[in-house]
């Protein structure tokens, strides 16, 4: 879709914000380039150039000699502009894995530091632990910390961006009001909340199967939680408080029945799968390593998962009737083909709808990719916003 610049009727600041904006998504253009996509004037598009370079937001990588006359310069966006770091918190449970996984990366999206740790948030405050981690990354990167314009942070709860809460969360200290303006005071730079889940669904749509989908529903199956993230056109549908898609709480039993609260956590939630192992003699310290060794040993094991996968699935298809369900999270990831050879099969049994149920493609903690995605995409919108402010 190519992008509106400039003629008499728009501002310069307009002009400079759509070569800006070229720069970032394909960059290593020349002034010719640029022209043709914006339909700048050769000189008004000089004078673009001229600013950006001067504004430390692009700078010359090249020259290119293949053409007659003399070299074209090549221009790029200054990947040292600005930088955006993503910190995943998760809740541990069962898993087993570091409480903490954290990036930065530069504007191109090149990734300068990266680490996971293990963070006692029972005994440290969430938003000392925070500035710490993102004091690492930084340190790691050598990067100056006034460069950090964004740290997208990912939680294992839902946000509700009215009121600036985390619920749902179970991480010590997640939940508490006033938390994340606090967060955001101690980093002393703009924050991003979202739900794992739907960060993982940006991952997703940028980086995997649903790069091409009109929308999809991404189920994940986590080490321990459940989610749903559901991409309308890439759009997420977040709901009224940031609760859409904790399929996890969705309760199973009857209200009539004198048996105790169920719901979908306790079908196919990292408790239950570990304890599924155990009744089926599949040896596993996690739930994903369970589901690992399963997958090319034991096909009762994986048929009794799928089955209970095909009820979440039910549920999402009746409401949303996706054209596309793919399956994310540590669980999918370690089940692969063979598991969703056998969700797609216990589908077609329970629910009448039909919808292409895919496995994700991302091989990668696609919650971090996702929040590093979502972060870069709010540090280049606030350059071009600043630059039309200006």
């Known amino acids: 879709m190519p992008r509106l610049a400039g003629s008499s009727k728009l501002l310069r600041a307009m002009n400079e914000s759509a070569a800006l904006?070229?720069?970032?998504d394909p960059g290593m253009l020349t002034r010719s380039d640029l022209r043709k996509l914006t339909a700048l004037s050769t000189p008004t598009i000089s004078e673009v150039l001229r600013r950006l370079t001067d504004a430390g937001l692009v700078t010359v990588v090249g020259h290119n000699s293949g053409r007659p006359g003399p070299n074209a310069e090549i221009y790029a966006a200054n990947p040292e502009a600005a930088y955006t770091a993503a910190v995943s918190v998760r809740d541990i449970g069962t898993s087993g894995t570091p409480s903490v996984a954290a990036a930065l990366c530069d504007l191109t999206g090149a990734v300068r530091a990266r680490f996971e740790s293990r963070v006692d948030f029972l005994a440290a405050q969430p938003a000392a632990a925070l500035v710490d981690v993102v004091a690492r990354l930084r340190d790691e990167a050598g990067v100056p910390?006034?460069?950090?314009?964004?740290v997208q942070l990912g939680v294992p709860g839902s946000?509700?961006?009215r009121t600036e809460t985390i619920r749902h969360v179970d991480v010590p200290g997640f939940a508490r009001a006033g938390l994340?303006?606090?967060i955001a005071a101690a980093l002393g730079t703009h924050i991003g909340v979202d739900n794992d889940v739907n960060l993982?669904?940006?991952?997703e749509r940028r980086r995997g199967t649903g790069r091409d989908a009109d929308g999809f529903a991404l189920l994940w199956i986590g080490q321990d939680g459940l989610g749903l993230a559901i991409d309308i056109a890439g759009t997420l549908i977040r709901g009224a408080r940031g609760g859409a898609g904790e399929i996890g709480y969705m309760p199973l039993y009857s209200?009539?029945?004198a048996d105790r609260k169920l719901d979908l956590q306790d079908l196919f939630g990292g408790a239950a799968i570990l304890e599924l192992a155990r009744d089926n003699g599949i040896a596993g310290d996690t739930p994903a390593a369970v589901v690992r060794a399963a997958a090319t040993t034991s096909g009762d094991f994986i048929t009794a998962l799928a089955d209970r996968i095909a009820i979440g699935l039910a549920a999402v298809t009746a409401v949303l009737d996706p054209y596309l369900v793919v399956l994310a999270g540590p669980i999918a990831q370690a089940g692969g083909d063979t598991l969703l050879a056998?969700?797609?099969?216990?589908?077609?049994?329970?629910?009448p709808l039909e919808s292409t149920i895919a496995v994700t493609s991302l091989d990668d903690d696609a919650v971090l990719l996702g929040a590093l995605d979502a972060g870069l995409t709010a540090v280049r919108e606030a350059l071009i916003t600043a630059i039309r402010d200006s």
């Open 21 to 24: 904006a070229h720069l970032l």
């Open 145 to 150: 910390g006034d460069r950090i314009r964004h």
């Open 159 to 161: 946000y509700d961006a």
């Open 180 to 182: 994340v303006p606090e």
């Open 200 to 203: 993982a669904a940006v991952a």
């Open 255 to 257: 209200p009539d029945s």
């Open 342 to 351: 056998a969700v797609t099969a216990a589908a077609r049994r329970t629910a």
